[in-house]
């Protein structure tokens, strides 16, 4: 009976470092209650509540730990979200810009040309201008020596004309 007591002390010691270690190997049938050291079995069984205690402790732990970690994420997602509507507030404000000064500037690139056009009619005008003034200038010319002429002519028959009278 005594070697039986010390293999069930030591078959539950051996249990309760497996279920310390996490492995739970399954103990067969419970003996007999005539057969159990108490004394023995109590320390055992305080063990594993301890054991499951602190188990039960670590996991509260963690659990609060992932808690605050997913509280904390949920913050950074909820500033992101934030930060990408402003973002897309922000691109659809500039897309609009952008497509207001793509107007303005194709606009402007029309009156650039339209200028361009009118620039190089009025150059044609000009010399079209010009040409008209110097051939108006050499036909001011030609008259004022035909007048000339005239005037000459005209000086010389008034003195022939005084010279007859005289």
């Given at each position: 009976?005594?070697?039986a007591r010390r293999h069930q002390r030591c078959h539950s010691?051996?249990?309760?470092?497996?279920?310390?270690?996490?492995?739970?190997a399954d103990p067969g049938p419970e003996p007999e209650p005539e057969?159990?050291?108490?004394?023995?079995?109590?320390?055992?069984?305080?063990?594993?509540?301890?054991a499951e205690q602190e188990s039960?402790?670590?996991?509260?732990?963690?659990?609060v730990q992932l808690?605050?970690?997913?509280?904390?994420?949920?913050?950074?997602?909820?500033?992101?979200?934030?930060r990408l509507e402003e973002e897309e507030v922000c691109s659809a404000q500039l897309a609009l810009h952008r497509d207001r000064l793509e107007a303005e500037c194709s606009s402007l690139r029309r009156d650039l040309d339209d200028l361009?056009?009118?620039?190089?009619?009025?150059?044609?005008?000009?010399?079209?201008t010009d040409s008209e003034v110097r051939r108006l200038f050499e036909k001011l010319f030609?008259?004022?020596e035909v007048v000339r002429k005239l005037q000459?002519?005209?000086?010389?028959?008034?003195?022939l004309s005084q010279v007859r009278a005289q």
């Open positions: 009976m005594m070697s010691l051996s249990d309760d470092s497996e279920e310390a270690n996490g492995n739970h057969e159990l050291d108490w004394d023995s079995y109590s320390t055992t069984l305080e063990h594993r509540l301890a039960a402790q670590a996991s509260e732990q963690r659990c808690q605050k970690a997913l509280r904390e994420l949920e913050r950074q997602l909820s500033g992101l979200s934030d361009e056009s009118t620039l190089t009619v009025a150059a044609c005008d000009k010399q079209s030609q008259k004022d000459q002519e005209k000086d010389h028959l008034v003195e």
